[in-house]
């Protein structure tokens, strides 16, 4: 991320026009239905004739397989978010700068991962993704960390910093990355609306609208986990500030009755958005989040679902054990999740 302090008028419409101009060269539904058909090779002879050949071409002499398809999507991801930054003006520039932070909240916690499952530097190196606010040199420096205990010192003059350093007994105490994974998530979510205008303009009233629910889904998401698990967690901790749907108050009540949850969210303004889904408990709904209209899973979605250490899979990455396979439910707690 280009860090700066952007001056003058938001440019809203003009960044908007350059947003869909790019969406445009976006993968179609027939893009994906022949990659389905292709093995590694061929996607990234594919991807080379679109938009991703100068990340490919970069990446080439380094990677291969998965790993460069990867690394290379992560690449063309930050660029673009870079160009987003150069094109935005006035307060607009911070909006989506802060947005963007959800970077570094999943750079730190696949670092903090990698060390605590003993992964190499190559296994975790692979999984960030450069488009927040850190610079180069601050994460080399992270995957250059002996210890978390390392992590967190280096973290310290950034938002994390105090919320980890807070964290870190409880984590030396009780030997699981839950704790520093929820005051990493608290930072960053907290944070999304920390300091917006009380009384906002149309498009930023917007902005706050989809920080607002951002936090909602998230709040949502725990206490459904938390009320699959069995764990005696207390929810309130995994309570984030800033949404509009709960009070710390009412966690506790929801986490421990499913259906009184759901019924909450029917009546809610999401309410719309709840739709069948015999496939799964949990009063057989589902919450149709964000992630359907953005299109894309969010980078946590992967990396802070767990409090486990992420485990090598086959290829040798890091994976995370809730995606990559089943876990008994009150075995570990849940963190927070993703930025």
Partial sequence: MSARTSAGESNYEYVTARVRSRRAKLFDEDDYRKLLRMGTGEIARFMEESDYE??????GSRHSGVDLIENALHRNLANHFDDLLRFADGALYDYIARY???????NTKTVLRGLYSDADREAVEVDLIRAGEFSDDRIDRLLSAGSIEEVVTLLEDTRFGDPLADAYDEYEERSLLVPLENAVDRAFYEGLVDGLPNEPDR????????L?????????RNALRLSRSGTDMDPAAYYIAGGRLFEESEIRSLVGNTDELVARLRES??????EPLPAV????????????????????????????PRRRNDRGR??????DRPKPAGTQPLSMGEP
């Fill in 318 to 323: 890091t994976g995370d054990p809730m995606t």
């Fill in 269 to 274: 303004p999401y309410g719309d958005e709840l």
């Fill in 100 to 106: 963007l932070r959800q970077f570094d909240a999943w």
């Fill in 212 to 220: 607002e629910s951002e936090i909602d889904f998230r709040n949502v």
């Fill in 203 to 210: 498009a930023t009233q917007q902005y706050v609208d989809f």
């Fill in 54 to 59: 100068a990340e490919l071409n970069a990446l």
């Fill in 281 to 308: 408990g949990l009063s057989g709904v589902r919450v149709r989040a964000r992630e359907d209209a953005r299109g894309r899973e969010r980078p946590g979605d992967r990396a802070g679902q767990g409090g486990r």
